[in-house]
């Protein structure tokens, strides 16, 4: 099939404006928008513009607060407890990047954990932020139970996403960003954006039988672990990170935020920093990640391999890539875009030009 390719700017422009006709105001709209169109650069596009529609339905229902009352109810020096009183995910998560950069002025390793919030987009925006501040940077979320665990029947762990970056000198960052299922649901909704199937392996639908199709996995499916015990192992962790630490939700007290949608979502998140310098100095450990790096990508190739990449290397090169060729998105979800966008009253000779396809290329 073909995609049409966007400019990501004018779909950034586009995404704020939506968010703001449902009063949010204009500087977290943009936060939102960004997150967004970030994942989309980096072609993540499981987590980008296509995510929006369901914001706004969560919006228009009042189980995602426009203007939340975001506050700490626990804080020492190198922690925080956060209550995101169901606010937009990527808002609360903002505000928790930067009471750690603040912190990391006094601490060189601390934690801030989230409760009562929403799906923040994709986990390495947030990991990445810290190590553009010279951090190692963690970013984990729980999610609603859309797994298993080994030799059971009903789901009761989420894929629940990790993130991990940390800072190189000339290298980019290596970023590590993973759902602990298979493949993220966010692969399963960009596959049925497209009306296409998806390959075996991925998903069970709701009777738990092995399915290609992506609605049967959103309407009730499970999504497989990767690794069997050990993404399940890894999901529970997630859980204790997120939910436990901070007194959230777990299991079936999150929400399916496209399922059910008259509830909150009531997702978690975990963020740790560790401030580089609290060990050596910043330049000496950017260079030996840089060396590390080239020891890695020196590893002789595999027939049929053309190259060693490290984690996050093509998601950089995509980045690079699309600012300049932009960002493919399926008609589908600009068909929802320009719909949300008129109902929002945004001026129809805007809608057309931010909406304006680049060029066709093939997919």
């Known amino acids: 099939m073909t995609v049409k390719k966007y400019e990501s700017q004018n779909l950034k422009k586009l995404g704020s404006l939506i968010l703001e006709h449902q009063g949010v105001s204009s500087e977290h709209a943009k936060t939102v928008a960004q997150s967004l169109i970030t994942a989309d650069l980096r072609g993540v596009s499981s987590h980008g513009i296509l995510r929006l529609p369901v914001y706004v339905k969560r919006l228009e229902n009042g189980k995602i607060k426009a203007n939340p009352e975001i506050k700490k109810v626990v804080e020492t020096d190198s922690t925080i407890v956060i209550d995101g009183d169901h606010g937009l995910g990527h808002v609360v ?9 603040a912190k990391s002025e006094q601490s060189k390793i601390s934690a801030v954990a989230i409760r009562r919030s929403n799906h923040y987009g994709a986990a390495a925006y947030w990991a990445m932020q810290l190590a553009e501040h010279n951090m190692i940077g963690l970013s984990v979320s729980n999610v609603e139970p859309l797994m298993p665990p080994p030799g059971g029947t009903e789901a009761r762990v989420g894929n629940n996403p990790i993130s991990f970056a940390a800072p190189a000198g000339e290298s980019p960052a290596i ?46 499916g499970f999504l497989f ?48 920093e560790i401030k580089i310098d609290g060990f050596m100095q910043v330049d000496q450990f950017k260079g030996l990640v840089d060396q590390y790096i080239a020891y890695i990508k020196n590893t002789p190739l595999a027939e049929g391999a053309n190259e060693i990449y490290l984690p996050g290397e093509i998601e950089h090169r995509n980045l690079e890539r699309n600012k300049v060729e932009g960002i493919g998105v399926p008609d589908s979800v600009i068909s929802e875009l320009v719909e949300l966008a008129s109902k929002a009253g945004i001026n129809q000779e805007l809608i057309s030009k931010l909406t304006s396809p680049l060029e066709v290329v093939a997919n």
């Open 225 to 272: 672990p990767v690794g069997g015990p050990k993404g399940y192992g890894l999901s529970v962790i997630v859980d204790l990170l997120s939910a436990l630490l901070s007194n959230g939700a777990i299991g079936d007290q999150i929400h399916s935020m496209y399922q059910d949608l008259d509830k909150p979502n009531d997702i978690s998140n975990f963020f740790l």
């Open 93 to 101: 998560a903002q505000e928790a990047i930067q009471e750690l950069i």
């Open 175 to 220: 970023v590590l960003d993973m759902a602990t299922s298979v493949v993220p649901l966010g692969k399963i909704l960009n596959a049925k954006s497209k009306n296409e199937s998806i390959p075996e392996g991925w998903a069970l639908n709701a009777k738990g039988n092995p399915t290609t199709d992506p609605d049967e996995v959103v309407n009730g």
